[in-house]
């Protein structure tokens, strides 16, 4: 089922990330909620084909899309759930009810129990989850219950009650499962330990618990109890496919409100959480333009600002990539590690999504305007007084000086243009010296461009650090064009950017649109500088054998390349067609030669 081109970009630009989707009809509605292990594939899938039914219907209605990345599928399965409950949207049929995904909770009570619920009820107890696995629920409590005597009566084990005797020992007690606290047989400080031990696995450390199960899970082999070793070892996995608590939701976070900025020169984005009791219940995404010389400080208090005003939120702790100048009396919470940095973080990786969507969009919707903004970003990343429309690369390649090529490669608007590519051979340096071998290709390259009156590049990037820059320069400065071409060069180990004149090299942001492109050239150059030494160094050696054949001179070897191409075809000729080239007597011979090869 088609789209219309400006949703078909909405989805062409999604991440290939996990996370939760979400369908909005024309006025708005939240009609529809789901989860994605890749949210584009998945997106994707519901345009692919013609739908029918109510994945028809509702297909037809879809006018605009929202989503969240999250950090796993865990985390979709889970967010997807209290998006579901919030919207109550139209085309979902499952978690409407309040049935939710399972908790494990201590209860807030003596001699707790550790049980199983589908209810957070707040003050009642400490939770842990929520899990997307009632196994993955079923498995921890039955190992708790196996290493941990807690008890799972619901008797109330008030002190009281206990002096009184009214209770008796059962069937746990006389399995060794549960020392019967109700009789007075366990101390609260012993019973306290336990449960110490159990937040432990809950919270994910579970490298002791698996140590312990491994060594009776061979011991149970050792002694051939098989089946008690097979279901250790459905513990052992069922607990390392176990993932701990996610920071979706995380009802130690409480209330607030997360923002975080990504910006550039133009524009800035900025991705908001409404967090209630721990759990994201809003997420937005909110693209600025930015005015001359604002800082992202004062667009994000501008955004925080605008934000708590028009959806009149209260909360009283905000959670920010730095303290930002707001007018409300709100603390400001800047984290460093644990569960808070974790949740700025996964809002920090939704702004960068929301970035690079939206300039995926203006590829698909204006491809001249988003090329005009990468060519003026790189123009302002590189220092260079125009955009590089046309951009020359040179490599040198050698092995060990000997069969010195060059390469020059060209980008027109960031692009290949390889009509325009050339290659050189060294003419007039020995042995192995890349600083004069460079000197001789720049020179020559743009003597020849001169003459013919052909078009100087807007920038010249040569591969290497500032020896090869400076020799570049030296071969221009002979040419009268150091000051008319912006020269750059760029050192592997680092990816350091030399330009002439700067003792300090430029570092640009290994996600830069900028670095990439000159990256793609550089590694383009050395491409189809390997191809033609590649090509030279097995002619050499094919003109090597072809001489070592007694009556087989230089001219005779090289006449016999230029035919044949390579030492096979010379080989599969057979001796007549050799005979046409180079007489009866010289084929007999390199015939004879080279058939037992």
């Keep these: 089922m088609s789209a219309s081109g400006e949703l078909l970009a909405k989805i062409k630009s999604l991440p290939a990330a996990p996370g939760v989707y979400l369908y909005k009809n024309a006025a708005g509605e939240v009609i529809y909620v789901g989860k994605a292990k890749n949210l584009r594939k998945r997106v994707s899938s519901y345009f692919a084909k013609e739908q029918e039914g109510k994945t028809a219907l509702l297909v037809r209605r879809i006018a605009d899309i929202a989503h969240v990345v999250t950090g796993n599928e865990t985390e979709a399965f889970l967010l997807e759930n ?25 209860r807030k009570e003596a001699f707790p129990r550790v049980e199983m619920t589908r209810v957070y009820e707040k003050g009642r107890g400490e939770y842990f989850g929520p899990y997307t696995s009632v196994r993955t629920v079923k498995v921890l409590l039955e190992l708790i219950h196996d290493l941990f005597p807690i008890r799972t009566c619901a008797y109330d084990l008030s002190p009281g009650k206990i002096r009184k005797g009214r209770y008796k ?47 009776e899970m061979n011991e149970a082999a050792r002694k051939l109890q098989f089946e008690t070793a097979q279901e250790y070892l459905e513990k052992i996995r069922a607990l390392e496919n176990y993932q701990s608590r996610s920071v979706v939701v995380n009802p130690k976070i409480g209330n607030v409100e997360v923002y975080s900025i990504v910006s550039d020169d133009r524009r800035a984005y ?20 930015k005015k001359i010389g604002e800082t992202d400080a004062e667009i994000l208090s501008y955004v925080i600002t605008d934000h708590r005003n028009r959806y009149g939120l209260h909360t009283p702790r905000i959670i920010v990539p730095f303290k930002t100048d ?22 920090l990786k939704n702004a960068k999504y929301y970035r690079k969507e939206k300039l995926d969009q203006l590829k698909i919707v204006d491809p001249e305007a988003d090329l005009k903004r990468r060519l003026e970003q ?35 608007n960031l692009k290949p243009d390889k009509k325009e590519y050339r290659h050189f051979r060294i003419k007039t340096v020995e042995g192995n010296n890349d600083f004069a071998s460079m000197e001789e290709v720049v020179r020559r390259r743009y003597a020849r461009l001169q003459s013919e009156g052909k ?45 002439p004149g700067d003792s300090i090299p430029l570092y640009l942001d290994k996600t830069s649109e900028t670095l990439k492109v000159i990256q793609r050239i550089r590694n383009e150059a ?45 080989r599969e000729a057979g001796p007549g067609k050799l005979a046409e080239a180079v007489g009866e007597k010289t084929a007999r011979k390199i015939w004879e030669h080279l058939k037992n090869m």
């Excluded at 078009?455 to 400076?470: A, M």
């Design 82 to 106: 209290v998006l579901i409950k919030k919207y109550q949207p139209k085309y979902n049929i499952l978690l409407k009810d309040d049935k939710t995904y399972p908790w494990i909770v201590i």
């Design 169 to 215: 020992v059962c069937l746990e007690y006389h399995l060794g499962r549960c020392k019967a606290p109700c009789t007075g047989n366990e101390t609260e400080e012993n019973y306290r330990q336990y449960l110490d031990a159990v937040r432990k696995i809950l919270k994910g450390n579970f490298k002791p618990v698996l140590e312990y199960l491994t060594n």
């Design 270 to 289: 900025v991705n908001f959480f409404e967090v209630a009791h721990g759990t994201v219940i809003r997420a937005r995404n909110i693209e600025v333009e």
């Design 326 to 347: 707001i007018p409300f009396d709100v603390r400001q919470i800047v984290p460093r590690a644990g569960d808070k940095k974790k949740l700025l973080d996964l809002s």
């Design 378 to 412: 790189a123009r302002k990343d590189l220092r260079l007084p125009r955009p590089p429309v046309r951009m020359e690369c040179f490599d040198i390649s050698h092995t060990q000086g000997v069969e010195k090529t060059a390469s020059c490669v060209v980008f027109t």
């Design 455 to 499: 078009p100087l590049p807007d920038l010249i990037i040569i591969d290497g650090g500032k020896g090869q820059l400076h020799s570049a320069m030296k071969a221009l400065k002979a040419l009268g064009l150091d000051e008319r071409i912006p020269v750059i060069g760029i050192a592997k180990r680092l990816e350091e950017i030399y330009r």
């Design 526 to 570: 050395h491409r189809f500088g390997l191809k033609l030494h590649r090509q030279r160094r097995e002619k050499r050696s094919v003109s090597v054998t072809l001489t070592q054949i007694p009556g087989v001179g230089e001219k005779t070897a090289v006449k016999l390349l230029k035919q044949f191409g390579s030492l096979k075809r010379i």
